[in-house]
């Protein structure tokens, strides 16, 4: 049973981003590694969920962790930013072959419940109910209604809606639907897609 969060949580990787899903259920952003100093559109996303709902950065406790974390925290206003550390545990992924150049665990090496108690240490919000989660009206069907996903034209107009919202344009059709879920309220969403689809409200 995963426990939902109101803060955006930044992690490194895509493996980070697993061993956090199985103990949370919160937005999930990954900086690819140092993927962040060469994107100045996932900085930008950053800030934009940074404001709306909080950030919790939970990097690993190496040095290359640090620099992403620093990174983070001078891009972004210090009220907006939560630091959560994970301890540092001498070990070995067991999906690598050889252990970190520090010889360090990451994020995707620690057990859940590490994750967690990392997390409550930095200030994590836990939503208690339903009544304090936001209503999640973007879905994968909503998506495809709205021709934003599985349709000819599809991915153009993604790309347009991504532009649009000064957001990556990258995303996945999943990451799309939780971050606009976010930012936006289905009137505003419905007034950006009517935009760039040139329609009338």
Request: hydrophobic letters at 40%.
């Amino acid at each position: 049973m995963t426990i939902a969060i109101k803060e955006a949580v930044v992690v490194e990787g895509k493996y980070d981003a697993i061993r956090l899903r199985s103990v949370v259920d919160a937005t999930i952003v990954e900086t690819d590694g140092f993927g962040i100093f060469r994107q100045p559109d996932k900085l930008l996303l950053l800030r934009k969920l940074a404001e709306a709902q909080g950030l919790l950065v939970l990097t690993d406790s190496d040095s290359a962790g640090f620099v992403i974390r620093d990174r983070i925290s001078g891009a972004l206003p210090k009220e907006w930013v939560k630091h959560a550390y994970i301890p540092e545990i001498t070990g070995k992924e067991r999906r690598k072959k050889e252990p970190s150049k520090e010889g360090l665990l990451g994020v995707e090496g620690v057990d859940g419940e590490t994750v967690l108690a990392a997390l409550w240490r930095a200030g994590a919000t836990a939503l208690d109910g339903e009544a304090e989660q936001p209503t999640a009206y973007l879905t994968k069907a909503r998506l495809y209604e709205d021709g934003l996903s599985g349709k000819e034209d599809s991915a153009r107009l993604r790309v347009a809606l991504l532009k649009k919202l000064s957001l990556p344009t990258k995303l996945s059709a999943n990451r799309l639907i939780e971050v606009l879920n976010v930012l936006l309220t289905e009137e505003q969403y419905r007034a950006v897609l009517c935009e760039i689809k040139g329609e009338s409200v």
